[in-house]
């Protein structure tokens, strides 16, 4: 059911019993070891899922909703890191401060380790003080 839905992000977690819940008093509790095993099995599954979702985002035009700057670089360019509105992380480097902006991007490539996206902003010269969108605005 999982890889028929095509999740690109899955939050995994067990169930943990809590005494005076309804919950803890229900027949059949899996044990630790099949819960272990079921996340285990589901991480791996999650891995492979979003690294396709991803994957299937390269070439795309998208916007993104952009944090702060996680690193400066030279001539006051920052690498950025920020959210596609599915929430796929994508980092891409520009000058000026764009935490709060909804800027779009095209997607160029993969991370290595398949964890995010990377890309060009589409206007890397935008005037910041005339934004697209601002979440202030929102």
Do not use: C
Not at 25 to 43: P, W
Not at 82 to 90: E, I, K
Not at 95 to 112: E, R, T, V
Request: proline residues 4%; charged residues 20%; without cysteine.
């Amino acid at each position: 059911f999982i890889k028929a839905i095509g999740f690109g992000h899955i939050h995994i977690f067990s169930y943990s019993h809590r005494a005076g819940t309804r919950a803890a008093k229900l027949a059949g509790q899996v044990s630790s070891e099949i819960k272990k095993a079921r996340s285990k099995a589901l991480s791996e599954l999650a891995k492979i899922l979003k690294k396709e979702a991803l994957s299937a985002m390269l070439g795309q035009m998208t916007k993104v909703l952009w944090e702060s700057g996680v690193e400066p670089l030279a001539n006051n360019r920052y690498r950025y890191s920020g959210y596609t509105g599915n929430y796929h992380r994508v980092i891409s480097e520009a000058s000026g401060d764009l935490a709060g902006l909804i800027l779009p991007i095209k997607i160029i490539n993969l991370s290595s380790d398949g964890q995010y996206l990377t890309g060009d902003i589409a206007l890397p010269n935008l005037p910041l003080k005339q934004p697209l969108i601002s979440v202030k605005q929102l």
